[in-house]
């Protein structure tokens, strides 16, 4: 099973910025696989914050776009999201998630990080 290790989190200022990263024990990306960045803040349901594709396509959540970059190193073992001009209600505890829905002829996959806790202060 593939092992997903979310880092980067920690505390910042409204206005600041974090670099979370993602690794995985292997390369994961596979033709049509996704890699998916969640959050969940206490209280509230789980959100989709970004996604980026193996072939490098990207999308993101309204509350995010064009402050947060989803990326992903060449060898495909490791996903950053890029959080730029933070706000308070960025605070959650955030997620990666390496997902393939299961279309003949390719199998599918769901792993799930740990999650590392992002905090914005006002």
């Known amino acids: 099973q593939v092992r997903l290790v979310e880092s980067g989190g920690g505390l910042v200022q409204a206005g600041g910025s974090l670099r979370l990263s993602c690794t995985a024990s292997?390369?994961?990306?596979?033709?049509?696989?996704?890699i998916n960045w969640y959050r969940q803040a206490p209280g509230k349901q789980r959100e989709l914050v970004a996604v980026?594709?193996?072939?490098?396509?990207?999308n993101y959540a309204d509350s995010v776009k064009g402050r947060f970059t989803i990326s992903k190193d060449n060898a495909g073992n490791t996903v950053s999201l890029q959080m730029n001009s933070l706000k308070p209600e960025d605070t959650a505890v955030y997620y990666c998630?390496?997902?393939?829905?299961?279309?003949?002829?390719?199998?599918?996959?769901?792993?799930w990080g740990q999650g590392t806790q992002v905090t914005v202060s006002s």
């Open positions: 980026i594709s193996s072939a490098g396509s990207t």
């Open positions: 292997k390369t994961i990306f596979s033709i049509n696989g996704l």
């Open positions: 998630n390496a997902h393939r829905d299961r279309i003949a002829p390719f199998a599918g996959y769901d792993y």
